[in-house]
């Protein structure tokens, strides 16, 4: 059985730090065909990628945001962490971490978690 | 970066309608296409990989064609539980979704 789950602040404040984390069970991130991606999606709006890891820890990252997000995995501990620094209101959205499995995409997603940025 | 445009953004059925999404890429992403369902307050539901690969599971009602720039995605007969929003995904380069197509109720 796949799951993956989002922790993180439920609150950040304008200009702070956002660190998310995604942590897989029953699935290893060293399994070459398995990548995990990270989606956001405001509340009432589309589907935003942000980044994506590779098991090889390639990293790709959303050109529009790219200067602001760090992807990173720890694959002993089955955790992927998503830095955005900076955070600003219109950032408030719920975030995703789903799994990638090579030309097949998302086919397990966590639950999301609302991040709300507001002073 | 590849954008994504469906159409239409809303889609009012009744069911048993036949119902068509299109979804265009701003340039040529082969196969690599991505459907997915999403319920309000749910995370979504990959239905279709690689333009009109049916993911494990999916009903058969449910299905993908079209490749290079032009994808659509039909439901054969619309049923209640089909009333949802509905994304396409790029996967050729980085990745990218439409901006969604709401499929409610006539």
């Known amino acids: 059985q796949v799951t993956l789950k989002e922790s993180g602040p439920v609150l950040v404040k304008p200009t702070e730090t956002l660190t998310l984390t995604c942590t897989v069970s029953?699935?290893?991130?060293?399994?070459?065909?398995?990548?995990v991606s990270w989606i956001r999606q405001p509340p009432g709006k589309a589907l935003e990628w942000l980044a994506h890891?590779?098991?090889?820890?390639?990293?790709s990252y959303t050109t529009s945001l790219k200067s602001r997000l760090t992807i990173s995995k720890d694959t002993s501990k089955s955790q992927v962490v998503l830095t955005m620094t900076n955070m600003d209101p219109i950032d408030t959205a719920t975030y995703y971490c789903?799994?990638?499995?090579?030309?097949?995409?998302?086919?397990?997603w966590g639950q999301g978690t609302l991040v709300t940025v507001s002073s | 970066d590849i954008q994504m445009t469906q159409s239409p953004s809303t889609l009012s059925a009744s069911v048993g309608d036949r119902v068509t999404i299109t979804c265009r890429a701003s340039?040529?992403?082969?196969?690599?296409l991505a459907w997915y369902q999403q319920k309000p307050g749910k995370a979504p539901k990959l239905l279709i990989y690689?333009?009109?690969s049916l993911e494990n599971g999916v009903p058969s009602r449910f299905s993908g064609s079209g490749s290079g720039t032009e994808f659509t995605l039909s439901i054969g007969s619309l049923q209640p539980d089909d009333f949802a929003t509905y994304y396409c995904?790029?996967?050729?380069?980085?990745?990218?979704f439409g901006q969604g197509t709401k499929v409610e109720v006539k």
């Open positions: 789903a799994r990638i499995v090579s030309h097949t995409e998302a086919d397990y």
């Open positions: 029953g699935v290893s991130l060293s399994n070459p065909a398995v990548g």
């Open positions: 890891i590779s098991s090889s820890d390639e990293k």
């Open positions: 340039q040529d992403i082969s196969n690599w």
């Open positions: 690689k333009a009109s």
């Open positions: 995904q790029q996967y050729y380069r980085q990745r990218t």
